[in-house]
């Protein structure tokens, strides 16, 4: 079955510098994969999807890389702010014909001022 | 503001009781989606439904219904409730293939 994981650690960088968080597939070759980003108590916010055949897809200060071979998305945030603290979750297209995305357990991101 | 509103937004249930969770879109997006997140667990797709007058199981669908009656609401009822249907409920939509998820702010459902 479609498996995606994230690192469960919370990841805990200082001001300024860049987070960059991780997310593996197995089993399953996505059409595209999205990322998405939640505070507590809130509902998830849409921040990037990538498909396939890009590489790189950037957004502000946000990046998103997509390599098929080593099946995994890389999530950068350059320029990083106490802002930018939350759960960030990535999900890819389960496929068929419900159109719908499976998520991973998401990785915490603390920016310390 | 257009988006996708819960309610409630937290209720405790008493075990065996009947409850439905509301969702409302007034974006006109044809997919709508029930995802419940549970610590560790993640985002669990329950029923879902690609347009109006349709709609489909997802991961975990036992315990739980849907209907949808109209592309802008999208209830979801639990039968009979039991504790292990504690968590947080989320309903989203999504304009196309292109798109992501809008969710909306999420339900606290206590089963005791």
């Known amino acids: 079955s479609q498996k995606i994981e994230q690192n469960s650690e919370a990841l805990n960088i200082q001001e300024g510098k860049t987070a960059t968080l991780t997310c593996n597939y197995t089993?399953?070759?996505?059409?595209?994969l999205q990322w998405y980003r939640q505070d507590p108590g809130r509902g998830p916010v849409f921040l990037l999807l990538i498909r396939e055949n890009e590489k790189e897809k950037r957004k502000e200060r946000l990046k998103v890389t997509f390599d098929t071979t080593l099946k995994q998305s890389l999530f950068h945030i350059t320029a990083s702010q106490p802002a930018d603290s939350a759960t960030y979750l990535c999900?890819?297209?389960?496929?068929?014909?419900?159109?719908?995305?499976?998520f991973g357990t998401g990785t915490l991101l603390a920016v310390q001022p | 503001i257009a988006g996708i509103t819960q309610a409630p937004t937290s209720q405790i249930l008493a075990a065996g009781r009947r409850m439905t969770l509301r969702c409302t879109q007034d974006m006109r997006h044809n997919a709508m989606y029930w995802y419940r997140q549970d610590l560790g667990l993640g985002l669990r797709l329950i029923h879902y439904?690609?347009?109006?007058?349709?709609?489909g199981k997802g991961e975990v669908p036992d315990g739980y219904s849907v209907s949808r009656a109209n592309t802008d609401d999208f209830p979801l009822t639990l039968a009979s409730a039991v504790p292990s249907q504690t968590s947080v409920y989320f309903c989203a939509s999504r304009q196309g293939a292109n798109y992501g998820y809008t969710f909306g702010s999420g339900t606290r459902l206590t089963v005791v």
């Open positions: 439904s690609n347009t109006a007058g349709t709609t």
């Open positions: 999900a890819q297209w389960g496929g068929g014909a419900t159109n719908k995305l499976i």
């Open positions: 089993n399953y070759s996505p059409a595209y």
